[in-house]
């Protein structure tokens, strides 16, 4: 077809642009100028879909962009995807934003931060992407294809049989030859189309691209005939977030290595722009072992996938985000031991934001990080145990107010005690790292509320040891076993001697009196020392758990 064709067929199928009702490709240029940055700044973006929870991979490319785009003063665009409409989960997209802000990735430009840019959700920025397919259609970049899907499935099958690669190129693209009055007859009659790139392409040729991640790369050129707008009109996934990257001026492009087949596509589409495209780098995904193999992590089949997890499961961000900053870059190690060393010492919090984010490291990480729980949760102790007793009382109520209300209304009766009840060896040198998540804590202070006590696992083998002991600590001249006005080992050596005076001395080992004891009062076998929790149960409430029921 001639020029004046093209142009013809572009001004049926958009005659809202022809008629200039909608502004086309030039004028929304001119309404996103370039930034006004310095020379080495970055403009990242992250472009979730909606179609789902934030996975945890999500939010490991989240702090990557984070860190890269503000290291040289850049800017950070979150963009929702949201052309999937069959896909689109209610909520989802608003839970993606909140999740983003709980785990602090610093967004410059989004729903909620606006700009010149912007919009920033695909939905509304139809117009944008119908300029754009109109001066493709009219620049022959683009035809009109009205493939139908029974012929679609006839080409596949002809394909599978033949043994070739699938898609719409050479001789399957059907539409290519249609003639000017044929494609105006079918779209007069309203017959159903696609737009298709009418791609220049010869996969026998080889394109070569510097991944920032991967390295030099070489594929085949891209030369399938892909859809860039669907039958509803709205565009691809592969054109919309094209023409978004450009307008926004994105000049580094981080996405999961699963894009890589789809990058001459993306090459092909910058150079009929006409416009430089920005770097790529291809993130490896987070792995798991499952049985003797390795796999990616899947939201379908490991619910750690969902960032949704460690929040209900209540890891602090720090840890999680800790533990996603040492898969990026396993040397990570070294600087965490320094600073819980120094934490131990000085009785600092653990800064992150200190650590210096090397990419080099990333590049060389090319098999992608082993999700290791191990791992995290001793990341996760040492924040916990770096945090005094009213920091993790705050962070407890918090976690537990969204996700055990019995549990919250039960220890917010009383901060006070619950206070003191997280302060046990809290402040010794040696600190406690039992917590590495905040729904594990109900289970190891049970012992210390009432309401959830359960003394099943008390000693009844020691009846008489335990009413020996209940006399003797009910004795005036022992009060002081219950308010630490002794230090330890006087207390250890009160206990010492209360057990030399007794008629099982001979029958019964010191420990094993004190492991009867403890048993009865916490029915645990490891518990922080006695010495800390007499004093907080109380002496009247130690006693009442010493009777035998």
């Given at each position: 077809m001639t020029k004046e064709d093209n142009l013809k067929i572009a001004n049926l199928l958009y005659p809202e642009i022809a008629n200039e009702n909608k502004p086309d490709r030039q004028k929304i240029e001119e309404k996103y100028p370039k930034r006004d940055l310095q020379e080495n700044a970055e403009v990242m973006r992250l472009a979730p879909s909606p179609t789902g929870e934030l996975h945890s991979g999500a939010l490991y490319l989240a702090m990557i962009n984070d860190i890269l785009a503000h290291r040289n003063n850049g800017k950070l665009i979150l963009r929702i995807e949201d052309t999937d409409k069959n896909r689109e989960v209610t909520g989802a997209a608003e839970r993606m934003m909140k999740y983003l802000d709980i785990y602090n990735i610093k967004i410059d430009e989004s729903l909620l931060q606006n700009s010149e840019y912007g919009p920033y959700i695909q939905s509304e920025r139809l117009d944008t992407y119908n300029a754009f397919v109109y001066d493709f259609l009219i620049k022959d970049y683009a035809y009109v294809c009205f493939m139908t899907s029974e012929e679609l499935d006839l080409m596949r099958e002809e394909q599978v049989v033949m043994?070739?690669?699938?898609?719409?190129?050479?001789?399957?693209?059907?539409?290519?030859?249609?003639?000017?009055?044929?494609?105006?007859?079918?779209?007069?009659?309203?017959?159903?189309?696609?737009?298709?790139?009418?791609?220049?392409?010869?996969?026998?040729?080889?394109?070569?691209?510097?991944?920032?991640?991967?390295?030099?790369?070489?594929?085949?050129?891209?030369?399938?005939?892909?859809?860039?707008?669907?039958?509803?009109?709205?565009?691809?996934?592969?054109?919309?977030?094209?023409?978004?990257?450009?307008?926004?001026?994105?000049?580094?492009?981080?996405?999961?290595?699963?894009?890589?087949?789809?990058?001459?596509?993306?090459?092909?589409?910058?150079?009929?722009?006409?416009?430089?495209?920005?770097k790529y780098g291809h993130i490896m995904?987070?792995?798991?072992?499952?049985?003797?193999?390795?796999?990616?992590?899947?939201?379908?089949?490991?619910?750690?996938?969902?960032?949704?997890?460690?929040?209900?499961?209540g890891y602090t961000v720090d840890a999680l985000k800790a533990y996603l900053m040492r898969l990026a870059n396993p040397t990570f190690d070294d600087w965490w031991n320094l600073?819980?060393?120094?934490?131990?010492?000085?009785?600092?919090?653990?800064?992150?934001?200190?650590?210096?984010?090397?990419?080099?490291?990333?590049?060389?990480?090319?098999?992608?990080?082993?999700?290791?729980?191990?791992?995290?949760?001793?990341?996760?102790?040492?924040?916990?145990?770096?945090?005094?007793?009213?920091?993790?009382?705050?962070?407890?109520?918090?976690?537990?107010?969204?996700?055990?209300?019995?549990?919250?209304?039960?220890?917010?009766?009383n901060k006070d005690y619950l206070i003191k009840v997280l302060n046990i060896e809290r402040e010794t040198v040696k600190k406690r790292k039992d917590i590495y998540k905040w729904s594990m804590v109900k289970n190891s202070i049970s012992y210390m509320y009432d309401e959830i006590f359960n003394n099943l696992n008390q000693d009844i083998n020691n009846q008489d040891l335990l009413k020996y002991l209940k006399v003797e600590l009910?004795?005036?001249?022992?009060?002081?076993?219950?308010?630490?006005?002794?230090?330890?080992?006087?207390w250890i050596l009160t206990f010492k001697n209360i057990y030399n005076a007794s008629p099982f001395v001979n029958d019964i080992k010191f420990g094993d009196m004190m492991m009867s004891l403890r048993k009865s009062i916490t029915s645990q076998e490891k518990t922080p020392n006695l010495y800390y929790i007499f004093e907080v149960l109380g002496r009247d409430r130690v006693l009442q758990r010493l009777d035998q029921k």
């Open positions: 043994k070739t690669r699938p898609g719409v190129y050479g001789k399957y693209a059907k539409s290519r030859d249609l003639t000017f009055e044929q494609i105006k007859t079918k779209i007069e009659n309203k017959e159903p189309h696609v737009i298709r790139l009418k791609s220049s392409g010869n996969f026998d040729n080889k394109i070569k691209f510097e991944d920032e991640l991967m390295g030099l790369m070489e594929l085949s050129e891209n030369d399938e005939d892909f859809i860039i707008a669907k039958t509803d009109g709205v565009p691809t996934y592969h054109f919309a977030h094209l023409i978004d990257d450009y307008l926004m001026r994105v000049t580094f492009v981080m996405r999961a290595n699963e894009w890589i087949a789809s990058m001459t596509k993306h090459l092909e589409l910058w150079g009929k722009l006409g416009v430089k495209a920005p995904p987070i792995n798991k072992k499952d049985g003797n193999s390795i796999r990616k992590l899947s939201k379908r089949k490991d619910p750690e996938a969902s960032v949704a997890y460690y929040q209900k499961e600073q819980v060393e120094e934490s131990d010492q000085k009785r600092i919090k653990i800064n992150l934001s200190n650590y210096e984010f090397n990419l080099d490291e990333l590049k060389r990480n090319s098999r992608g990080p082993l999700l290791d729980f191990d791992k995290l949760n001793n990341i996760s102790s040492d924040i916990v145990a770096s945090m005094n007793a009213e920091e993790v009382a705050e962070k407890l109520l918090e976690w537990a107010k969204e996700n055990d209300a019995d549990f919250y209304n039960m220890i917010n009766q009910s004795k005036d001249e022992n009060k002081n076993l219950f308010d630490n006005s002794i230090d330890i080992d006087s």
